[in-house]
Nanobody, 126 residues
């Protein structure tokens, strides 16, 4: 079974950038569609982005134009480049493998995703 580990979180000022990584072990990542999610204190989990096996991507309305998801299957890693960060982007960010319709990004419903990492925390503050 694939195991996911997120990294790259930290403290950044508004307007700054961070790149999150989702490293897989136990299985090659090129068989999986991967979603990025975030959970802020007091808020529900939110789907941020998804990248399919074929490289198709979708984004939430709140991150479109600022975040970019990419995959490096040779490195078994998915990346989330986050630019123009805002305080409301503060959250713990998770990656997960899509279990239902696993080859396509047709939804970022959390229940459609199976294996989850432990998350990495992003704080956007001056």
């Amino acid at each position: 079974q694939v195991r996911l580990v997120e990294s790259g979180g930290g403290l950044v000022q508004p307007g700054g950038s961070l790149r999150l990584s989702c490293q897989a072990s136990g299985h090659t990542l090129d068989d999986y569609t991967i979603g990025w999610f975030r959970k802020a204190p007091g808020k529900e989990r939110e789907g941020v982005s998804c990248i399919s096996v074929g490289g198709d991507t979708i984004y939430s309305d709140s991150t479109k134009g600022r975040f970019t998801v990419s995959r490096d299957d040779a490195a078994n890693t998915i990346y989330l480049q986050m630019n123009s960060l805002k305080p409301e982007d503060t959250a713990r960010y998770y990656c997960a493998t899509k279990a239902y319709k696993p080859t396509v990004c047709d939804s970022m419903r959390g229940s459609f995703f199976g294996s989850w990492g432990q998350g990495t925390y992003v704080t956007v503050s001056s």
